[in-house]
T-cell receptor
Framework: AQSVTQPDIHITVSEGASLELRCNYSYGATPYLFWYVQSPGQGLQLLLK??????LVQGIKGFEAEFKRSQSSFNLRKPSVHWSDAAEYFC?????????FGTGTRLTIIP | GAVVSQHPSRVICKSGTSVKIECRSLDFQATTMFWYRQFPKQSLMLMATSNEGSKATYEQGVEKDKFLINHASLTLSTLTVTSAHPEDSSFYIC?????????????FGPGTRLTVL
């Protein structure tokens, strides 16, 4: 079945440390991929997207993601996290026309 | 650009009453709008897809008579929760698609917190 998976429910990172959030998808064709961030009680903000071309995508707030077809992954990275990055992060895939979300990863930042 | 608003941001109602939530695209025309539901600490689940001037397409398991969707203009879609019950309490988020920016990207509203007493 076509799906998108975020294996990590909750991640805790020290401020200033690097971050990687995992996202895997199951889909036969090349997918359209997104990462969104949601602060508590808020809507979703688009961090970055991948449709085609360069597999390393730069987004807002210093985030980047790399599409790896061989691993069916689209992991989100940030070299140095800030306390304001604490939020819920959702990977989403267009499967095939509807936007399907992963279960989300909650990011906690410790001083 | 590509701003989507929702009103109200928070609503509390009594069981059995109806509640209307508005979703507006402020600076673009949205031929398609989407309604999602999010339970606490869970992901977003698509409820229905709303196309301007036509009937909404509901996802499996979503009661169309309970969740009435109207998309009367290119900038406004409404979701009416009829005869609300406590189990309808949730966070409702709308999104809108601007075909000029591509067929797949959606812009999300800030959400509406519904509490049914």
């Amino acid at each position: 079945a076509q799906s998108v998976t975020q294996p990590d429910i909750h991640i805790t990172v020290s401020e200033g440390a690097s971050l990687e959030l995992r996202c895997n998808y199951s889909y036969g064709a090349t997918p359209y991929l997104f990462w969104y961030v949601q602060s508590p009680g808020q809507g979703l903000q688009l961090l970055l997207k991948y449709f085609s071309g360069d597999t390393l995508v730069q987004g807002i707030k210093g985030f980047e993601a790399e599409f790896k077809r061989s691993q069916s992954s689209f992991n989100l990275r940030k070299p140095s996290v800030h306390w304001s990055d604490a939020a819920e992060y959702f990977c989403a895939v267009v499967l095939p026309e509807k936007l399907t979300f992963g279960t989300g990863t909650r990011l906690t930042i410790i001083p | 650009g590509a701003v989507v608003s929702q009103h109200p941001s928070r609503v509390i109602c009594k069981s059995g009453t109806s509640v209307k939530i508005e979703c507006r695209s402020l600076d673009f025309q949205a031929t398609t709008m989407f309604w999602y539901r999010q339970f606490p600490k869970q992901s977003l689940m698509l409820m229905a897809t709303s196309n301007e001037g036509s009937k909404a397409t509901y996802e499996q398991g979503v009661e169309k008579d309970k969740f009435l969707i109207n998309h009367a203009s290119l900038t406004l879609s409404t979701l009416t929760v009829t005869s609300a019950h406590p189990e309808d309490s949730s966070f409702y988020i709308c999104s809108a698609r601007d075909l000029k920016r591509g067929p797949f990207e959606q812009f999300f509203g800030p959400g509406t917190r519904l509490t049914v007493l």
